[in-house]
């Protein structure tokens, strides 16, 4: 079960915040501010952090600085009242893995926390096996029978993502959404570039082929 605890010193806004994940079912940890939020990491390990900008004591940008800082690299998703490009950019430039503008759509929020946490579960296995073939995340580099290859990492994560759930059918906007993130302006035909390329890098693999489903995404499928 995933833990997230939620950095935000209004009351109403962490309790509501809170109710939502937990219905989710995640374990949820609230807390006012970004001191407290060091000093629960140090304590219990979570997935992801959920961040005001906004707060007393310590705000959002310099915890998660200290974070980064650190080298603690668990997903935070920003919330802030800002809507300036700037604010963005600051939160960004801090650190964050994601940035939502205060009213919130609570619904939106899930979807967000989700994306986060496959993209940080993905990378933190470190490495998927599929018959002979290995997938090593930390060079992008697949290897088969004694050969490598080392791709370009947009095209080494969408491999790693279906390799790592074969037969499990990946929608387009899946795809973008955990690999160039929610906030990405490119549209979905990037994707079909990019699995093009990986059909003709692997198209005599003997352990995997990358199979279209159409209309609807892909799914890689052992052979």
Known sequence: MFKILIA????KIRQLFGRVLSKQGYTVKGVSNGKEALLA???EYYDIIISD???PVMDGYELIRALRDSGNNIPVLMITAKAEFDDMRQGF????DDYMVKPINVNEMVIRVGALLRRAQMMNE???VIGGTILECDSLTVITNDESIVLPQKEFMLLYKMVSFPGKIFTRQQMMDDIWGYESSSDTHTVDVHIGR???KF???PDF???TIRGIGFKVVKK
């Not at 935000?8 to 009351?11: G, I, K, R, W």
């Not at 430039?93 to 964050?96: N, W, Y």
Request: proline share 0%; no cysteine.
């Open 126 to 128: 470190r490495r998927q």
């Open 198 to 200: 990986l059909r003709d």
């Open 203 to 205: 198209r005599s693999n």
């Open 41 to 43: 990491i140090e304590q």
């Open 209 to 211: 082929e990358i199979v």
């Open 93 to 96: 430039l801090a650190g964050t």
């Open 8 to 11: 935000e010193d209004d009351y």
């Open 53 to 55: 900008v906004m707060m």
